[in-house]
């Protein structure tokens, strides 16, 4: 592999994801972006990213998505490495033409890396709050 194929390689790696620490400066500087969960209503009402939306990939249709503003790029997550409701949320918003990215690490990163969750099971950051 040639030197330009790895270049574009990890840069169409990068269009498509993002890592918590991305998130968190994106939901600081309050750009445009929607974060979705993509796991069930329970595990949503448990434990979540705060401001996040919960859209379950086993309901998203064009019904469930027509409010949803198309200038927004969408960050897909779900649990973490062992889950893949994100990848699954991300590719249904895809194909109903929202623009998307996939957070890595999902839920377990984001608190590994110290920032805040809302929900019956929040939990505080550790000196990182989120400020959402």
């Known amino acids: 592999m040639g ?3 790895q270049l574009n390689y990890y840069q169409s790696k990068l269009s498509f994801e993002m ?21 069930s209503q329970s595990a949503y ?5 705060p401001n996040a939306i919960n859209l379950p990939h086993r309901e998203i249709d ?16 779900c649990d973490g490495i062992g889950c893949n409701a994100s990848t699954k949320t991300a590719l249904k918003l895809l194909r ?3 623009n998307v990215k996939e957070l890595i690490g999902g839920l377990d990163w984001w608190k590994r890396d110290g920032y805040a969750t ?11 709050e989120c400020g959402c």
């Open 3 to 5: 030197y330009s194929e």
């Open 118 to 128: 809302a929900g019956e099971e929040s939990q505080v950051g550790l000196g990182i």
């Open 45 to 49: 009402t448990k434990e979540h990213i």
């Open 62 to 77: 064009t019904d469930l998505t027509k409010n949803l503003d198309r200038d927004m790029v969408y960050i897909c997550y």
């Open 19 to 39: 890592d918590s620490y991305d998130l968190y400066s994106s939901q600081r500087d309050s750009e445009k972006i929607i974060v979705v969960d993509g796991r």
């Open 96 to 98: 109903l033409g929202f």
